[in-house]
C-alpha cells in the first residue's frame, strides 16, 4: 500500500481567551466526560454528542475519532486548523491533541472506538500491520474527507449509522455486531481509498512532549507551576517549552495553565464555592490576582459570573 508523508508543523490560529460565559462548566463536563470514556469494558465504543453552544477543550486519547458536525466552526488538530460546516466529518487519529470552536448552533458528534475492534486476532496481515501503525501513531488516516468526493459518499452513511447509537451504551449480540461491521465498512473505503499518510516522526515526538506537559497540567494545576518545572519534566530547555506550546498549543504555558485554573474556577463557583476558596482549591491564594484573572479570561468577575451562570440555570 502506497503511503504519503504527513507533517503537523503548520500552524492554526489556536486561543485561549475569552469564551462564552455559560459554557465554561459545561466545557469541564465534557472533558471530565471525555477523559472518564465511558467505554463498556468489553466493547470500547461511544459517541457522544455535544450540543449547542459547547467547545470541546484542548484533550488527546488513544482511540481513534470520527467528528460529525451539524454546526460550522472550527476544528484544531495538533494545531492544524480545519473550518468545517454540516455534514464535514473529520478522522482524529490517536494521540492528537485536539479541540473544537463552533460558530453556529448545531450537535457535533465524535465516534470513538479502539482500533484494536478492526484487528483480525493475532494473525499477521497487512490491515493488522495498518492497524498497528495507527496505533503507535507511525501511520495517519487523512483528517478531512471533502464532501461530495467519492469517498465522502461512501463514508456518510456509514458515519450516520453510528452516530445513532450517540450517548448509547451498546450492548453485545445484535448491535455489536452491527457497530463492528460499520466500523469495518469505513476501513474498507479508506483503504479503497488509500486514506492513509505516514507521520513525520520529530512532529509526533513533539507532540507527545505536550501532551505529556499538559497532562501534568490538568493534574497538578493546583500547585505552583512554571515554565521551569515543565522543562524539567520532559527533559528540554524552557525555550522549547515555549516554542512547543505556541506551535501547538497557540498559547504560552502560563495562559494555558491559567486558563486550566479558571475553568475549574467555574466548575467550583457554580457548585457553590465562594472566590475566596476556589480562588485557593486552584492554586491562586491572592484573591486579587485571581479576580483579575478569571476577568480576562471569561470577561466577568467571578461574582458577576456566578450571578449570569445561576440566572441561565435557573432560566
Known amino acids: ?18 469564551v462564552m460565559v455559560m459554557d465554561r462548566k459545561k466545557e469541564k463536563d465534557v472533558l471530565l466526560e471525555i477523559e472518564q470514556r465511558r467505554f463498556s469494558a468489553k466493547f470500547p465504543f461511544y459517541v457522544y454528542r455535544i450540543p449547542d453552544h459547547v467547545n470541546v477543550p484542548i484533550h488527546w486519547h488513544s482511540e481513534m475519532e470520527i467528528l460529525y458536525t451539524e454546526a460550522n466552526g472550527k476544528v484544531y488538530i495538533n494545531n492544524m486548523e480545519y473550518s468545517v460546516e454540516p455534514g464535514d ?14 460558530s453556529t448552533d448545531g450537535e457535533m458528534y465524535h465516534v470513538v472506538f479502539d482500533l484494536n475492534l ?28 471533502k464532501q461530495k468526493t467519492e469517498a465522502y459518499q461512501k463514508l456518510l452513511p456509514l458515519v450516520r449509522k453510528l452516530i ?8 453485545f449480540g445484535m448491535e ?12 474498507s473505503v479508506l483503504f479503497h481509498e488509500n486514506h492513509f499518510l505516514n507521520t513525520d516522526a520529530q512532529s509526533f515526538a513533539d507532540v507527545r512532549y505536550v501532551t505529556k506537559m499538559i497532562e501534568h ?10 515554565a521551569a518545572d515543565l522543562a524539567k519534566l520532559t527533559n528540554l530547555s524552557e525555550s522549547y517549552v515555549y516554542r512547543l506550546f ?26 457553590g464555592k465562594n472566590v475566596s476558596e476556589t480562588a485557593g482549591a486552584v492554586g491562586i491564594p491572592n484573591q486579587s490576582y485571581f479576580i483579575k484573572l478569571f476577568r480576562e479570561h471569561t470577561g466577568h468577575t467571578p461574582l458577576k459570573w456566578m450571578k449570569l451562570n445561576h440566572k441561565d440555570q435557573s432560566s
Open 176 to 187: 455489536t455486531c452491527m457497530v463492528t461491521s460499520v466500523l469495518f465498512g469505513i476501513f
Open 246 to 271: 505556541r506551535e501547538h498549543v497557540g498559547s504560552t504555558p502560563i495562559h494555558y495553565i491559567q486558563s486550566v485554573r479558571i475553568r475549574e474556577a467555574c466548575r467550583l463557583l457554580s457548585e
Open 118 to 145: 478492526i484487528k483480525h486476532g493475532d494473525i499477521a496481515c497487512s490491515v493488522n500491520d495498518v492497524m498497528d501503525g495507527l496505533i503507535h501513531q507511525n501511520i495517519q488516516i487523512m483528517v478531512n474527507p
Open 217 to 226: 497540567i490538568q493534574h497538578r494545576f493546583a500547585s505552583p507551576l512554571t
Open 164 to 171: 445513532k447509537y450517540a450517548e448509547h451504551e451498546v450492548s
Open 1 to 18: 500500500m502506497a503511503v504519503g508523508q504527513l507533517s503537523f508543523r503548520k500552524k492554526g490560529n489556536l486561543s485561549y481567551t475569552k
Open 89 to 102: 466529518m473529520l478522522f482524529i487519529n490517536p494521540g492528537t491533541l485536539h479541540h473544537t470552536h463552533r
